[in-house]
C-alpha cells in the first residue's frame, strides 16, 4: 500500500496597500484566516493589494502583479484595470470575514474568478442594487420588533405580549423572513433604517 501524499504547501500571501495601518488589518485578517503570510520581498507569493478604492490598491502594487484586491470602493473603470493586470479575485472590505477572505485567497491562488455581485453589476454598467423595501408588518409584528428593539429577550417579550414564547418564536422567524435579516440585530438596524420602528 503506497503513502498519500501530503498536499503542496499553499502560496503564501504577500499584502501591498497604500497605508500601513491598512495593510496591518489586512495581514491580521489573513493570520485569522490561517493564510500563510511572505515577506516584503514576496517570491512567487500571491499579491493581495488594499486600498479604499481599487485605483488605490492598484497603484500600491508597482510592478506586481495582483491577485486578490481588496477595496471599499468600486469603480467600473478600477475593476476593468484590476481585471487587466490580472487581478482574479476581488474583495470588499465590508464582506471582510475570515471565511470569505479565506475562499478569496484560494481564487486567487487557483486563478478562479470571484467577484462580488455588486461589483459585477457596476463592471457590466447595470443598475445598482437597490434595497427592497420591507413590506407593512402586522400590529404584532411591530411590538416584537420595538421590543427586541429595547433589548428584551423571547420569554421577556412573551410575558409583555401575554402571549407563549413559542408564539414570539414564530413572529420573529416571519419578521426575520419579511425584512430579509440574518439576525435579531440585522432585522432591528433594518427596520430603523427603514422607518418600520
Known sequence: MTALLAPPAALPVRVV????????????????????????????????????TVEDAIDACGTATPGLVV???????GVRRALRMGASAMLRTADLTPARLLAAV???????????????VRLLGGPEPVEP???????RQTSVLGLMADGHGNADIARMLRCSEHTVKNVIYE??????ARNRSHAVATAIRTGLI
Open 17 to 52: 496597500a497604500a497605508d500601513e495601518s491598512t495593510r496591518a488589518k489586512i495581514t491580521s485578517a489573513l493570520r485569522l484566516a490561517g493564510v500563510p503570510l511572505s515577506g516584503p520581498a514576496g517570491g512567487s507569493a500571491v499579491v493581495a493589494a488594499v486600498g479604499e
Open 71 to 77: 477595496a471599499e470602493r468600486f469603480s467600473q473603470i
Open 106 to 120: 484560494d481564487a486567487a491562488r487557483s486563478g478562479d474568478g470571484r467577484v462580488p455581485h455588486e461589483v459585477l
Open 133 to 139: 423595501v420591507p413590506a407593512v408588518l402586522t400590529r
Open 175 to 180: 419578521l426575520m423572513g419579511r425584512l430579509q
